[in-house]
């Protein structure tokens, strides 16, 4: 390992550490309803994934390797906030992040750890993740007492009110939440069971974007609209600047309600971007053997689709959701990953029923597919930047997940087993598997 290999670890190491529980930091949280200042938080998750080898018919640049593999990564976030004046807040999120998922995060269109990027350098690096700021106005006089979290100031906060953000956040922070099913750091892991698979969100490498997010928010109904930077390259990390022809707008409305006293809620999420994106048909016509999509880059092409996006409790303890997502696919996978369509759903419980209130575990499946213009590029050769196999014997990926979390040190560290089933990775039947990978996740929270 390098020198620079070694001080990077070592950087993670020492964050990792500081992350964990001590009793004072415990004794200074407060549950008091108190506007606060200042809001100072932190999270680390330690993620370890195996994979026993399978057979496979033949594979490519882009496939799941065969072998066995045993790959871990590390993310480390600082939420650093401070209000500014009445509404508005600025918020700072540096972060360390490094490891691997399995086969470089190539081979599986949903993949397998949602805490894992498209990176080439496993080595633990530290960048800035947010950086925004945020203008509640508001609408009523009444309101509600939210308590300090990640990328919040403890406050009294309006039940009905205009919102304004600004800077560098994660989209997937303000569209397509689910409170069983969107943080693969205490949650599932898969990419396509935190968010809706066919969403190609804008994001860079690491998963952030420069953007302008307005909200209008009501105890009854939510509406968002978002407009973010997309990157020079396909899952590239610098940002594209010409926002007159490369450019990505989400919006999103949700519908909360009670079913049976039990709260819930749907979302409906549409999403167009235009970018110096290339065209699988194209492609094809221009190398009818082997085509490479950035042969037909250019501006003015573009890719829209939506979601849908349901969760309700079902008891207190007991809840469920459902995703459906889909794109039109005629242009290349641009930020996220290869599905085009994709639909998931699974049911989760805490172990309130078993006095450990703070435990949780899930079940989920999630199947996912591609456009006809998308499977004939992967048929003749054709890469993305997550598959390619050299051909195609089409199937739908099909994934299961299931995890228990387990509550170590009260509200503060987390040990979470999990094992996911595997059909047809990157779509292809030839190299059916099955795959079985197995992890195990250690969370700290402050």
């Given amino acids: ?116 990027f498209r990176i080439g350098d496993p080595a633990p690096q530290i960048y800035l993740a947010r950086l925004f700021y945020k203008q509640i106005i508001a609408l009523t006089s009444a309101k509600t007492y939210q308590k300090s979290d990640f990328n919040i100031i403890g406050d009294h906060l309006p039940d009905k009110y205009l919102a304004i953000t600004f800077g560098k956040i994660s989209i997937a922070d303000f569209f397509d939440r689910n409170k069983f099913s969107h943080d693969p750091r205490n949650q599932f892991m898969s990419w396509a069971l935190m968010d809706n698979g066919a969403w190609d969100y804008p994001a860079n490498t690491r998963g952030y974007s420069p953007s302008l997010v307005f909200e209008y928010v009501t105890k009854k109904y939510e509406l968002r609209y978002g407009i973010s930077l997309v990157p020079l390259t396909a899952n590239g990390n610098t940002m594209n600047w010409a926002i007159s022809k490369s450019v990505s707008n989400t919006i999103e409305y949700t519908h909360l309600h009670l079913m049976k006293n039990q709260p819930g809620a749907i979302r409906l999420l549409g999403f167009f971007t235009t970018t110096d994106m290339g065209n699988y048909r194209q492609s094809i016509a221009l190398s009818p053997l082997n085509p490479n999509i950035t042969d037909t880059r250019k501006y003015g092409n573009t890719k829209f689709g939506f979601g849908i996006n349901a969760e309700q409790n079902i008891t207190t303890d007991l809840g469920c959701f459902f995703r459906t997502s889909w794109n039109d696919g005629n242009n290349e996978t641009w930020v996220f990953t290869e599905i085009d369509r994709s639909l998931s759903a699974g049911l989760t419980m805490t172990g309130q029923r078993w006095k450990r209130d703070n435990d949780n575990c899930g079940i989920a499946f999630v199947v996912s597919g591609i456009s006809n213009p998308h499977k004939d590029y992967l048929k003749a050769g054709g890469k993305g930047f997550i598959l390619g196999d050299g051909n195609l014997t089409y199937a739908w990926e099909k994934l299961a997940e299931i995890y228990y979390s387990a509550e170590l040190v009260k509200n503060r560290l987390y040990l979470s087993g999990t094992y996911q089933f595997l059909l047809n990775p990157g779509y292809n039947s030839d190299r059916q598997g099955p795959v079985n990978i197995f992890s195990i996740r250690l969370h700290s929270v402050i």
Avoid: C
Avoid at 20 to 26: F, G
Avoid at 44 to 63: C, E, H, L, R
Avoid at 76 to 87: C, E, I
């Fill in 1 to 116: 390992m390098s020198i620079q290999k070694t001080k990077s670890v070592r950087i993670a190491s020492i964050i990792f550490l500081l992350t964990l529980p001590t009793p004072s930091a415990i004794a200074q949280q407060s549950d008091s309803l108190t506007n606060d200042r200042f809001s100072i938080h932190s999270q680390t998750t330690v993620i370890n994934q195996i994979k026993p080898s399978f057979s496979a018919k033949y594979s490519g640049d882009n496939s799941l390797t065969t072998n066995r593999e045993s790959k871990t990564s590390i993310t480390s976030t600082l939420y650093l906030g401070v209000r500014l004046w009445q509404g508005a807040s600025l918020f700072i999120n540096p972060e360390i992040a490094g490891g691997s998922g399995l086969s470089g995060a190539l081979g599986i269109a949903a993949a397998t750890n949602g805490e894992t």
